[in-house]
């Protein structure tokens, strides 16, 4: 089993940034490949950064690319989502997955689940 706890969403204006973290606890966090997801009111949740086990692989949904920046810190079990440039239409509740062989955009490939972190970007 694998536990994640987000943090670091809040208030931000638009064109502002913010830094989530995702706490991993539990197996060994480098064993899992991480990804990020958000689900804005009255939508389903979709995909927003992927990172592979090593960090070394990254993918984004179009939306975000060239705004935002996935990373993790194996070492201190930890994966990152920097969001600059934020839009109004960034405002969602942001949840962190991690699994095993995932297929990036599936949120159904990953295993495990924050309870997520709300991000609010007003104009």
């Known amino acids: 089993q694998v536990q994640l706890v987000e943090s670091g969403g809040g208030l931000v204006q638009a064109g502002g940034s913010m830094r989530l973290s995702c706490a991993a606890s539990?197996?060994?966090?480098?064993?899992?490949?991480s990804g990020w997801f958000r689900q804005a009111p009255g939508k389903e949740r979709e995909f927003v950064a992927f990172?592979?086990?090593?960090?070394?692989?990254?993918y984004y949904a179009d939306s975000v690319k060239g705004r935002f920046t996935i990373s993790r810190n194996n070492a201190e079990n930890t994966a990152y989502l920097q969001m600059n440039s934020l839009k109004p239409d960034d405002t969602a509740v942001y949840y962190c997955?991690?699994?095993?062989?995932?297929?990036?955009?599936?949120?159904?490939?990953?295993?495990?689940w924050g309870q997520g972190t709300q991000v609010t970007v007003s104009s």
């Open positions: 990172v592979s086990r090593s960090g070394g692989t990254t």
């Open positions: 539990g197996r060994t966090f480098s064993a899992y490949a």
């Open positions: 997955a991690a699994g095993g062989t995932v297929r990036p955009a599936f949120e159904r490939d990953y295993n495990y």
